[in-house]
C-alpha cells in the first residue's frame, strides 16, 4: 500500500514536496517526484506543501462504503480534533456519521484519557532516563526508520487510538473499526505487524468531507446523535498543543528543560540527533509532528492554529455520552495498553568526500565557495542534493543556479543558430524562385524526350524493314534456277534498287545519330535539373536540422524558466 503517491499529470516539478520532506525519501526520475514508500513517515508535510494537489493519499473510503452495502457492522472512532475540522454542533457530526451507515461511534478522547493515565504511571515509575511519547505515529515511523538507535526511549505505551480500538474489539468483536481523523500516518499505525487486528481502515477528515459530499450529507439537517462511550474530561484536548501533558498531570519545565513540548519534524529531528549525541537529556518530550493535531495534513479547515484549539477546548466539558465513566472501568482495568517497537532501518549508501566533490563538479562547483546553500532543489545544502543524486533520489538539473549558468551559452548558441537558419531560408527562397522555372524546363524537355523517343522507334522499324528487303533480294540471286545450280545474275535494275535501299538506310542512320544527340542533351539538361533540386533537398535538411537544434535548445530555455518561475514557492 502506498500511502501517498504523486498525480505525474499534474506535477509542476517545483521541487516543493522534495523541500518539505523531512526525511528526503522523495525520488526524482525524469523531474517528476516519487515517494520511497520505505523511508515514509507519513507526516504529510509533502501533502501540504504541494499547492496544486498533486499529492494524493491512500483512501479507504470505498472498502468501508462496500462493507455498509454488505451488511457489515461498522464503529467510527474519531480523532478528538474533529471540532476543528467540522463547524457543527458535535450531536449534528454524529447524527452524519450515523448517517453514513455507522452502527457504533465512539471518541478517541476517550482512548487518551485511559493512554494519559498510562503515561502518568509510566512517568512515575520510569528510572531516570529520557522519555518519548509515542501518540504520534509520525514519529514512531521517524525513529523505527531513520533513527532506529532511539527506540529504547520510545514510551511502551499503546496510542489513544488502539486504546480506543482495543476497547471497541472487547465489546463489539464482530464490528469492523474505522479510525477517522487528521493524521496520514495512523495508516501506518494500524498496519504495523505489532498492532494488527484493531484497526481494520484508516480515513481522514478530509476523506470523510469527500464521502459526506458524495452521499448528499447535510450536517446541519442530520438528526442529532450521541457518543457511545463515557464521556472523556481534559483529555479531549490531547490534539492541541501540550494536550498529553495536561492530561496526565505531567508539568512542563521550562526552567529545567526536563519536561519539553517538541512540536514540528525539524525540531523533532533536531532534538533526537541531540539526544543521540547526549547533548540533551530530559526526563519526558511530549513530541508531535504536527503543531498539535489540529494542524494534521487531513484537515478540511483553513483556519489557524488558534482557531482550531479554541474550537477544540469548547467541547471539554460538553456532555454528549451514553455510556457513564464506571460501565467500562472493570474492562479497562482488566485490559493491556502497552505496545512494541520493531526496527525498519532505511538503509542508504554512503560516499566518500571525493565521489561527492566528482558530482558537484557536474554541476558548475569546485570549490566550498560555490556552495551557495539556495535550497532551491528542495535540498538543504548543495553537499546533500549531491548526495542524493549519488543514492539516485536527485538529478543534477535539480540545481537551478546550474540551470541558469547555462543560459548564455544556450543563448549564444540560438543566436548562431537563428543565423544559420536565415541562411538557409534564403537559400530556400532562392531556390524556390528558380524551381518554377527548372520544373517547366523539365517538363518540357520531357515532352522533346517521349516525341524523340516516338522518333527514334519509327526509325527503327524502316531500317528493319529495309534491312529484310535486301535480304529477301540477296537471296532471290544466290538461289539456282536450273539442276546445273546457275545462279541469276546482278542486273542494272537490281543494282538501282540496292542503291536505293541504301540511301534510305543512310538517311535513317543520319535521323538516328541526330535523335540520339537531342536526346543526350535532354537527358544533360534533366541532369543540370536534378542537380538543381538535390542541392534544394540539401537546404532544405540543413533548415530541418536549424529547427530542430533550436527547438531542442529552446526547451533547455523552457526548463529553466520553469524552475525560475516556481522557485518562489520552495521557499513557502
Known sequence: MALIYTDHNSCRKCYACVRACPVKTISIKKGLPEIVEEGCIGCGRCVLACSIGAKMVHDDSSVIQQWISEGQKLAAIVAPSYPAAYDVPPEKFVGALYELGFANIQEVAYGAEICAQEYTKFFNQQKPKTILSTPCPAVVQLVEKHMPSMIEYLAPIDSPMLIQAKLVRARYPDHKIVFIGPCLSKKYEASDTNNQ??????????????W????????????????????????????????LLKSSGIVEDVASMEIVVVEGARRCIEVLKAIEREEFAPRFI????????VMGPGMVSDKSYVVRAHKVATTVRRHNNRLDAQALSKLVQEMDFHRKFTAQPVVKKQYNDEEVWQMLKETGKHTPRDLINCSACGYDTCWEKAVACLQGLAEKEMCLPFLLSQVPALTNSLMDMSNKLMLSMESINFSTLTL????????????????????????????????????????????PLNSSGTSLRLNSSGVSEIKEIASQSKQQAEKTTKAF????????????????ILEQEKAIKVVTHSLEQIVSTYEQLLNIGVAMANIGRNYV
Open 197 to 210: 487486528g484493531y484497526v481494520d481502515a484508516v480515513i481522514t477528515f478530509r476523506q470523510l468531507n469527500q
Open 212 to 243: 459526506f459530499e458524495l452521499k448528499h450529507v447535510s450536517l446541519e439537517d442530520v438528526r442529532e446523535g450521541q457518543w457511545d462511550n463515557p464521556q472523556p474530561q481534559l483529555s479531549r484536548t490531547f490534539p492541541i498543543s501540550g494536550g
Open 286 to 293: 511530549d513530541m508531535l509532528m504536527c503543531e498539535g493535531c
Open 436 to 479: 518554377k522555372g527548372t520544373t517547366s524546363r523539365m517538363n518540357l524537355k520531357n515532352q522533346q524526350l517521349e516525341t524523340l523517343l516516338e522518333e527514334t522507334n519509327r526509325i527503327a522499324k524502316n531500317t528493319l524493314q529495309l534491312s529484310d528487303t535486301v535480304l529477301a533480294m540477296l537471296a532471290r540471286y544466290e538461289q
Open 517 to 532: 544527340e537531342e536526346i543526350t542533351g535532354i537527358l544533360n539538361c534533366l541532369r543540370e535539373d536534378s542537380v538543381s
